[in-house]
């Protein structure tokens, strides 16, 4: 749902939007400052995320700015 504001009339007013597309899934992402307690190492966001997915469909983490990277194999 897409809500307009600033157009009067519009205001509030919930308007759907239908959108397709294709998308590659390329790997996963983990952002430390989104999490607590923040991972510091590969290793420590790797423990995160096998909580929830087998991680062996994908390559080591590798630190790229602000996050850690599991590239898809």
Request: aromatic content about 12%; proline content about 4%; hydrophobic content about 40%.
């Given at each position: 749902m897409l809500?307009?504001?600033?157009?009067?009339e519009?205001?509030?007013v919930d308007i759907p939007i239908v959108l397709r597309c294709e998308a590659e899934f390329?790997?996963?992402v983990?952002?430390?400052d989104n999490l607590e307690p923040a991972p510091k190492t590969p290793q420590e966001a790797s423990a995160v995320?096998?909580?929830f997915i087998d991680l062996?469909?994908?390559s080591a983490p590798h630190w790229d700015d602000f996050?850690?990277?599991f590239a898809r194999r």
């Open positions: 809500d307009l504001e600033g157009f009067d519009l205001d509030g390329t790997g996963l983990v952002v430390p995320l096998e909580r062996g469909c994908f996050r850690f990277v």
